[in-house]
């Protein structure tokens, strides 16, 4: 079994950076990929990046593509989530989760098996 948590969210002002962290336990953690997901108020919850267990590829959504970078330190069982020129619209809990698979280049969240608790990120000036 693979326990998750998030750290690293907090209060930034527009055009600013985060990075976010998902530590995780169990022997399992380096060997499935890892996705970063993120739910704001009233919405569907988005995938925005996930790393491969198998060589490092990473996918991004749209919404962060060319502004975050995910990365991850399988020494430390740790996933990043660097965030730059942060938007008031990234506002949300971010979540890390464990994919089904090692390669796992799914922003789907129904291809995740295990969920940190949240992190919260305001972008606020």
């Known amino acids: 079994q693979v326990q998750l948590v998030e750290s690293g969210g907090g209060l930034v002002q527009p055009g600013g950076s985060l990075t976010l962290s998902c530590a995780g336990s169990g022997d399992s953690f380096n060997y499935y990929a890892i996705g970063w997901f993120r739910q704001a108020p009233g919405k569907e919850r988005e995938g925005v990046a996930c790393?491969?267990?198998?060589?490092?590829?990473?996918y991004y959504s749209d919404s962060v593509k060319g502004r975050s970078t995910i990365s991850r330190d399988n020494a430390k069982k740790t996933v990043y989530l660097q965030m730059n020129s942060l938007k008031p619209e990234d506002t949300a809990v971010y979540y890390c989760?464990?994919?089904?698979?090692?390669?796992?280049?799914?922003?789907?969240?129904?291809?995740?098996?295990?969920w940190g608790q949240g992190t919260q990120v305001t972008v606020s000036s």
């Open positions: 790393i491969s267990a198998i060589d490092s590829s990473t």
């Open positions: 989760a464990v994919a089904n698979t090692p390669w796992g280049m799914s922003l789907n969240q129904y291809d995740y098996g295990y």
